[in-house]
């Protein structure tokens, strides 16, 4: 089975446009997470959807956004970048709760690497 | 004070040394954690869970004290394919979003 599938691998933007970036979770996922993860520091939560809706945000502006499709790949976008928003973009996908506690932990995609410029 | 913290290492050590590591984490709520592996410029991987006291799979240990709210991770004989950076990821709210400690730099000499 593939896993999670994120796209595109590497992108250079210059300060003030805005960016998509693409997930697809692991086949029966339906919680999808985006996370950043900027040089010399773990990542930090930007959006969880289950099921379509919005289920947590992190503490990022309103210049981040995202969404998810009724397959359940994923979005994210984020408007006006900032020379800060240069980062490793991952997404993450787990199944559903309920199962045993070792299908519990989250598997991630291979990230995308965002330059700003 | 950081929900997870981890001392950032770098921890280097000799082939076949055994090493630990500790995480502290703020939230006397939590109930599971993780230790995942995170190669250079790659994505983290899922080590281990932790659940009750602790875990172990091979060479790996996890161990976890809920009174003293730490958990640990020890590499017995440790390999050079072991050098990579440990992070201590605790759930935390309704979506268990992932709380990352900025990890813990391993490299194992020859």
């Known amino acids: 089975d593939a896993g999670v599938t994120q796209s595109p691998t590497h992108l250079i933007k210059t300060r003030g446009q805005h960016v998509t970036l693409r997930c697809s979770p692991i086949?029966?996922?339906?919680?999808v997470s985006w996370y950043q993860q900027v040089l010399g520091q773990g990542p930090q939560f930007i959006f969880q959807?289950?099921?379509?809706?919005?289920?947590g945000r992190g503490n990022f502006p309103d210049r981040f956004s995202a969404r998810q499709f009724p397959n359940y790949s994923s979005e994210l976008n984020v408007n006006a970048l900032l020379l800060g928003d240069s980062a490793l973009y991952l997404c993450?996908?787990?199944?559903?709760?309920?199962?045993?506690?070792?299908?519990?932990?989250?598997?991630f995609g291979s990230g995308t690497r965002l330059t700003v410029v | 004070r950081k929900e997870v913290e981890q001392d950032p290492g770098p921890f280097n050590v000799p082939e076949g040394a055994t090493v630990a590591f500790n995480c502290t984490y703020s939230?006397?709520?939590?109930?599971?954690f993780f230790w995942y592996r995170q190669d250079c410029r790659k994505e983290p991987k899922l080590l281990m869970s932790?659940?009750?006291s602790g875990n172990e799979d091979g060479r790996f240990t996890a161990q976890l004290n809920r009174a003293s709210q730490y958990i640990s991770l020890l590499i017995r004989d440790s390999k050079l394919s072991d050098s990579a950076t440990y992070l201590c990821?605790?759930?935390?709210?309704?979506?268990?979003?992932?709380?990352f400690g900025t990890g813990t730099l391993l490299a194992v000499q020859p």
């Open positions: 959807y289950y099921e379509k809706e919005e289920r």
């Open positions: 939230n006397s709520a939590s109930q599971s």
């Open positions: 086949s029966g996922h339906k919680s």
């Open positions: 990821v605790v759930p935390r709210g309704a979506t268990n979003k992932l709380i």
């Open positions: 993450a996908s787990r199944p559903d709760r309920g199962l045993q506690p070792g299908a519990y932990g989250y598997t």
């Open positions: 932790v659940y009750s």
